[in-house]
């Protein structure tokens, strides 16, 4: 865990490292805060790569960061998706930087789900059933089959205990399928607490969006908790805070089923719907992600409105494509400091196999229900885009 740090103020060098698998949000929302992104990505989006010096991943993620490291500037990291699940890359770094974020054994242990569980459990916090053996299965409850290494929904599969066999991985494990709104809290640590910065309401494997099975689809938000859904989510947050002592950002999915709060698993860096409560409050995590550092922030943050509602969704390939120049987002500046319906932008001419993801498209709006048009409506355009149905786009 890092100490205090003063990095420049405004009109200085603020350069920080982002590192992940896709870092265009989080490197948006640094802007946004007034600092000066270098990034490593996977994608190197052209939104991306127009705003900030970005080093493309070309041969495997996350082996090769430990390489691309040695050229990037002597200042602190913030890591985002799926560096979360390999803490042997993340202690190399922390050797060559300073790491703004969880890492260590509070890492380990804000990712080992069995443990997380029972320690709610001990407390009264409903948790979905964690299954290691045949004996504990009910074939009249329905599982999912999860990696423990992955993240953004990747690799998981429903399990029907009536049909299939449980298989012994020690990269997967079996859990409860609870029924349910999947929903997404964010909080932000610090030495004397936290904070719980807002709520939305998340989606995985939507099949107008071409996700397959659990991938992550998208948030809308904020949404307002009910009594108890509040009580349980300030609970789970003083539970984290006093086991795990875990400092700055971290999000919480969990299900809320009849107004009960069964939490998932922890993402403990910088997640993607952090960034469409950011855009709907008027405020920037990252300024209070680094404050729970220490340092001083470059733009204070105003206080928070809910004026309006950001919907976000990530649009699959539905087979494989090539990126036309009549796109609509070529129109679009990708500007950091401005609202803009599309963001992760793929190059012109570039191809992307099916079930790949295409682009991002956001929705502003002053309700749900009118998200969800403007955000069907964009599908829909996508669709046309790429001729869904027909064979003029498909490389095949």
Known sequence: MAGRFNLPRKGDNATLILIGASVRSLAFSCIRAGYQPWCIDLY?????????????????????????????????????????NHSALLHFLSAQRTILGITGRTLYNLRNIPGFYKLLKSKQINTPAIIISMKDLNNETSYLRKPKYRSGGLGIKPFDPSKQAMVDDSDFY???????????????????????????????????????????????GPVKPCNSELKELQTIGKIISSNYRPRGLLGLDYILNDSKVYPLEINPRYTASMEVLELALGQNFITKHLQAFGIKPIYENPAPSETT???????????????????????IEANPLLFSPFADIPKTGSAIHKGSPVITVFAKADSLTEVKVQLKTRTSQLDSLFHVGTLQNNLV
Not at 187 to 211: R, V
């Open 309 to 331: 509602v950001i919907g976000k969704a990530i649009y699959y390939a539905p087979h494989d494509v090539l990126i036309p120049k009549e796109a609509p987002w070529h129109s």
């Open 44 to 84: 190197a989006d052209e939104d991306l790569a127009k705003n900030c010096p970005t080093t493309l991943i070309t041969k495997s993620f996350p082996d090769e960061i430990s390489d691309l490291i040695k050229a990037a500037p002597k200042v602190p990291i913030l890591y985002t998706g799926g560096l979360e």
């Open 174 to 220: 079996y859990q409860e399928f609870i029924n349910g709104e999947s929903r997404s809290a964010i909080f932000c640590f610090t030495e004397s607490g936290f904070e719980l910065l807002g709520l939305s309401i998340q989606s995985s494997g939507t099949q107008s969006l071409h996700a397959n099975d659990f991938l992550y689809s998208g948030n809308m």
